[in-house]
Each structure stands twice: as structure tokens, then as C-alpha cells.
T-cell receptor, first 114, second 112 residues
Framework: DAGVIQSPRHEVTEMGQEVTLRCKPI?????LFWYRQTMMRGLELLIY????????DSGMPEDRFSAKMPNASFSTLKIQPSEPRDSAVYFC????????????FGPGTRLTVL | DAKTTQPPSMDCAEGRAANLPCNHS???????VYWYRQIHSQGPQYIIH???NNETNEMASLIITEDRKSSTLILPHATLRDTAVYYC?????????????FGTGTRLTIIP
């Protein structure tokens, strides 16, 4: 398996623009997680899905952020409009089950908002 | 989920065993201890997890004290590639509680 795939790997955009980050989880994994990592706040969970259904979105910072999972093999995290404080590395992870919950992380998307 | 406390940084000589401690004094009976690591610029990587028995896999060993209030991750023969931030996380394996809360971790530096 190729592991968790994220695109793009790097994104530079200007304040106010819409940004869409993409993730393909490992096939057969029922859970998908979106994290954000910054120097100030560390690694924090934004939202996660089980069988394409959002379970916990309490980490989503505000209404500018939205996430979807239209099918088992694809998820998006959208920021509209983007702001400089959204600059961070965004990671997607997937896991097979709830009990052991071994999460496999993608390489991340480094987002810079100017 | 119980909180964890880890030293902010540690050094270890290459080839020696690296012992990373974690305190989780408020852990409850059904909570597991997980260890992840994050090598610079990469996504976190799962290492090992355990409930109360010691665990070993190809990467590391996990030693959990009898009262379960602390644990130690052991990398038996550390290499330069083991330089990373190591996170100790405690979580109860309940459906609907799949969230992992990453703290600040321990920055382990392997010295040549």
C-alpha cells in the first residue's frame, strides 16, 4: 500500500484565497483524521471521520474551515477565506479500527498564507 | 483521557539504549499508553502501545510499571535516525474516543 497520500505537499497562497487540501487514506481504513501543526500550538486534531461520517469536529478553529469525506478513499479540508494565521503543516491520518487506533500519517501539506 | 508528563529533551549516545520516561499518574484502568514519534518534517509515526503488560516489537520496548502510573519507552540500540520528538499518549479504547491528544513530547537527540 502507498500509505496515506496528501496533496499538494506545499501550498502558498494570498490572504483571502480559498485553499483546498486533499487526502487519500489507506484502503480499508475506516477512520480519517485531520491535524494541524504549528510551532505555537503543536499538533492538534481538527476533525475526524468514521466511515465517511464526521465524529468530532470540535477542533475546527472557526467557520472558515470545513472538511468533507464524500467516499472512503477521499477527503478534503477547505479554508475559505484563508488568513496568515492559518499557515501551518496539515496532516491527514487514517486508522483501521477504534480499539487499537494505530494511526498512519501522511507526509503533510505545508501551507503558507501571505 | 489521562494527561502525560515527559521531559522536554534528552540526549543518548549512538548505539546505546535510549530510555524515554512518561508519567501518567491519573491513568484509569482501561486506558492504553501509546507512543508515537515525529522525525523532523515528517508525519508522526506509531511506535508501540500497551495496557499493563510489557510490550516489544521490532522498533522498541514498552515497560509499564505495576501501578501503571508511569512507563518507559526503550530504543535498544539507538541510531542517528532515531533523533525525533517522542510523544506519550494515554487513551481509552472506546468507540467515539479515537482522538489522540499530542502533548509537547520529548525531543531525543542521538549523539554520534
Amino acid at each position: 500500500d502507498a500509505g496515506v497520500i496528501q496533496s499538494p505537499r506545499h501550498e502558498v497562497t494570498e490572504m483571502g484565497q480559498e485553499v483546498t487540501l486533499r487526502c487519500k487514506p489507506i484502503s480499508g481504513h475506516d477512520y480519517l483524521f485531520w491535524y494541524r501543526q504549528t510551532m505555537m500550538r503543536g499538533l492538534e486534531l481538527l476533525i475526524y471521520f468514521n466511515n465517511n461520517v464526521p465524529i468530532d469536529d470540535s477542533g475546527m478553529p472557526e467557520d472558515r474551515f470545513s472538511a468533507k469525506m464524500p467516499n472512503a478513499s477521499f477527503s478534503t479540508l477547505k479554508i475559505q477565506p484563508s488568513e496568515p494565521r492559518d499557515s501551518a503543516v496539515y496532516f491527514c491520518a487514517s486508522s483501521r479500527d477504534s480499539i487499537y487506533n494505530e494511526q498512519f500519517f501522511g507526509p503533510g501539506t505545508r501551507l503558507t498564507v501571505l | 483521557d489521562a494527561k502525560t508528563t515527559q521531559p522536554p529533551s534528552m540526549d543518548c549516545a549512538e548505539g546505546r539504549a535510549a530510555n524515554l520516561p512518561c508519567n501518567h499518574s491519573t491513568i484509569s484502568g482501561n486506558e492504553y499508553v501509546y507512543w508515537y514519534r515525529q522525525i523532523h518534517s515528517q508525519g508522526p509515526q506509531y511506535i508501540i502501545h500497551g495496557l499493563k503488560n510489557n510490550e516489544t516489537n521490532e522498533m522498541a520496548s514498552l515497560i509499564i510499571t505495576e501501578d501503571r502510573k508511569s512507563s518507559t519507552l526503550i530504543l535498544p540500540h539507538a541510531t542517528l535516525r532515531d533523533t525525533a520528538v517522542y510523544y506519550c499518549i494515554v487513551r481509552s479504547p472506546n468507540f467515539g474516543n479515537e482522538k489522540l491528544t499530542f502533548g509537547t513530547g520529548t525531543r531525543l537527540t542521538i549523539i554520534p
